[in-house]
């Protein structure tokens, strides 16, 4: 059934969003939260980009248990004008868009359970939220999540949502920086999940290549393991810059004649921090 045709979920509004029920979390539920966030908080000293660790600290996100997303917005809110809303899941693109164009970050309200603490297939609240929310607090990656919400919607119109999602994959998810004292993380798919965020730093398995838009949008990606090719931003800024200044119409005509690109693909254009070796491709996730 085609994502614009689907109907909202029973109990959820018509944009999908329910009520987190926060009272509803259980003992359990939170102690999760507080073993994912032990274990990510003592992993990312070092490694995550310091502004989502400073985005931790401005949201008070350090007290333990599941965030209130009543209190999280409003903090956040004050900050950048975003706010946290719950919805059961992943939402069609058009409406995850618009959210993002109106400053709403949809998050989870589920978390996962023991044996998924490694992996799992939905977006639960730990990776919503400790992997997407703190960026948020940052006026520039703020600003960069709205105008993507903005390109996201043009793109629906244009029929090109899957070049826009590579380009949502390779940043907000799978994105790293660099900085004065070497590359940081802050893609949310890493900074959520404890094997990738040493995999993608210090593995000599993936390549690490420079942002480029117009290549990055060729690129495919896996959903369902590492990544194989990280791409390297040099500030929040130049991710503004370039989804304002950039006129997707004309660039996404000229990508409609050119060939996808594998996920573990080096072209002689492409700035290399690393050539990966690619020997942890095909394995799953340990
Ligand atoms: N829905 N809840 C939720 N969270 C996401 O991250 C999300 C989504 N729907 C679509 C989507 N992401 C991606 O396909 C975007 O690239 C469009
Ligand atoms: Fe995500």
Redesign the pocket.
Known sequence: MAQTEMIAPPGAREDWTIPQDWAAYTAQDHAMWDRLFARQTQMLAGRAVPEFLEGLDILRMTRPGIPDFAELSDRLMQRTGWQVVA?P?????RL??EHLANRRF???RFIRQPEQIDYLEE?DVFH?VFGHVPLLANPVFADYMQAYGEG?LRAHALGS?ER??RL??YTVEFGLIRQDDGLKLYGAGIVSSHGESEFALDDPSPNRLGFDLKRLMRTRYRIDDYQQSYFVIDSFEQLLRMTAETDFAPLYAQLDGLPDLDTDTILPTDRVFTRGSQAYANKKKE
């Open positions: 919805v899941g992943l939402v069609p693109d995850f868009f949809v998050a989870g977006p919503d996201g949502i826009l999602a949502y994959w």
